[in-house]
């Protein structure tokens, strides 16, 4: 029934009446606004995600120390340091992990990454230029 309908209107108009109606307008609008909410919603999950991934490694990195005061780790930190890289390898796989032990017997525990390791898609371009850093200090026993 519908190639009745096309065969009976010239090609010509059928374009003439293509170019007139403008119900679909508001569908063009819609798609352009749409583009940028979800870039938005990306960028936003991006951040959500760098957030989110620093207290995993906060977690991380306190569970190191607890174990390390338990003495579970060599009496040296460079093991310490090697478990904590290894545990966020899959995480934040260009991660730093500095442990020292100062004359109070406080443990101190520093981990330096970029945001880049974290994040979702890279929308976000200003996270190309931050290094995070997550700072775990515990007192040990004497």
């Known amino acids: 029934m ?3 309908i096309f ?3 010239s090609l010509g108009a059928l374009v003439r009446k293509f170019r007139r109606d403008e119900q679909g307008t508001a569908t063009v609008e819609s798609l352009i606004w749409l583009t940028f909410l979800v870039a938005f919603t990306f960028m936003i999950l991006d951040a959500a995600m760098v957030f989110m991934n620093n ?3 906060r977690r991380i990195t306190q569970d190191a120390n607890r174990l390390f005061i338990k003495g579970i780790f060599d009496d040296n930190t460079s ?8 545990q966020l390898d899959g995480l934040a796989p260009n991660a730093d992990a500095t ?3 100062d004359s109070d017997g406080r443990l101190s525990t520093v981990v330096v990454y970029p945001a880049t390791d974290t994040d979702l898609v890279g929308l976000v371009e200003i996270l190309n230029n931050v290094t995070l850093q997550v700072v775990v200090v515990h007192q040990t026993e004497t």
Do not use: C, D, R, Y
């Open 2 to 4: 519908m190639n009745h």
């Open 7 to 9: 065969k009976s209107q």
């Open 55 to 57: 207290t995993e490694v």
């Open 79 to 86: 093991s310490l340091e090697t478990w904590i890289e290894g």
């Open 99 to 101: 442990a020292t032990i």
